[in-house]
């Protein structure tokens, strides 16, 4: 038996909203802006094509240490890795899902489209597993 941190589940961004308060994830996103005073990024990642963006507000303090100010800039996209808060109320006219972030890591050279649909795909296999 683990005393160990839950493992985290990979997620695309935009499932976000559907996931537990507390549930331990791991996404993508692309920075829009960086708040300095508060110590958060909202991101965002425009996928499925035509749903409405989904966008995160991250608490990056605990892991300020471990990020360089180019993580920080727009367009930047990051790996985050931490636990799902409360919706957030709208700020700056822009809704999304709080996430308090343990780990953030920039992408490095990312094949956005390949993400996506080894994401889709895993998607479709969990729910495969679940109904056997």
């Excluded at 559907?18 to 692309?30: A, D, I, N, Q």
């Excluded at 963006?53 to 996209?77: F, P, S, Y």
Aim: contains cysteine; charged residues 25%; glycine residues 8%.
């Amino acid at each position: 038996m683990s005393t160990g941190p839950p493992p985290s589940q990979l997620i695309l961004l935009s499932d976000l909203g559907s996931m537990e308060k507390g549930t331990k994830v791991r996404f993508l996103g692309c920075v829009e802006r960086y708040d300095v005073a508060s110590g958060v990024l909202l991101v965002k990642h425009a996928y499925p094509l035509g749903a409405p963006i989904q966008v995160a507000h991250v608490d990056v303090k605990l892991a300020l240490e471990t990020l360089r100010h180019t993580d920080l800039q727009t367009g930047a996209w990051l790996n985050i890795t931490g636990y799902v808060g409360e919706e957030a109320r709208r700020v700056r006219r822009q809704r999304g899902v709080c996430v308090q972030a343990v780990m953030v890591r920039p992408a490095g050279e990312l094949k956005l489209s390949e993400y996506e649909q080894a994401l889709d795909a895993r998607k479709v296999c969990d729910i495969l597993y679940q109904r056997a």
